[in-house]
């Protein structure tokens, strides 16, 4: 999917701004809980809600809930609400959260609100690419690469799967000088 021109740098940039407010060290991840409670969005675990609902765990529709549930936003109005699944491993949980919060930075609309599908395939790229850049700069992919650090380092440091790894690497242009 083809970005507007200068989307990608508008995210990098942005996310430039919030890693200042949060003060987070340039080799550090962002933690997406810290980001949501800057962003004053709430965020509750499907066990949160299992717990309140007074629902059993082995319910088979909440069974089937946990097995289709990566991350959602609920949406009051203009408010979120970011409901997650606790049962995903951290790498996955940590980018789940960020594509959510990324949809809140963009400002998306919620789902099936009377956009062209087109418009929400877009919205669900353009909050892929900045949960990306959340969980990885360009700036800290080209160092990972300058260094010459090994993946499994760098996918500890950052919090990031090889995959997120791997991709960063690879849409970033740092591949090209990593790990030769």
């Not at 929400?120 to 969980?135: I, K, R, T, Y």
Request: glycine share 6%.
């Amino acid at each position: 999917m083809k970005f507007a021109r200068g989307f990608k740098t508008h995210c990098e940039r942005a996310v430039t701004v919030l890693r200042a407010e949060l003060e987070v060290d340039d080799e550090a991840p962002i933690d997406m809980h810290s980001l949501a409670t800057h962003l004053y969005i709430p965020v509750h675990s499907l066990a949160t809600l299992l717990i309140t609902s007074g629902h059993s765990r082995s319910h088979p529709k909440v069974d089937e809930i946990y097995c289709k549930v990566s991350a959602l936003t609920v949406f009051d109005g203009t408010f979120r609400t970011i409901i997650y699944n606790d049962e995903h491993p951290s790498t996955r949980h940590r980018s789940n959260m960020a594509h959510e919060l990324a949809h809140a930075l963009l400002q998306h609309p919620p789902r099936d609100s009377g956009l062209a599908a087109h418009q929400e395939e877009m919205h669900e790229a353009e909050a892929g690419w900045m949960g990306g850049v959340l969980m990885l700069t360009a700036g800290q992919a080209r160092r990972i690469a300058g260094s010459r650090m090994n993946r499994t380092a760098a996918e500890t440091q950052y919090q990031l799967s090889p995959e997120m790894l791997r991709f960063r690497l690879n849409v970033t242009g740092a591949a090209r000088l990593a790990f030769m």
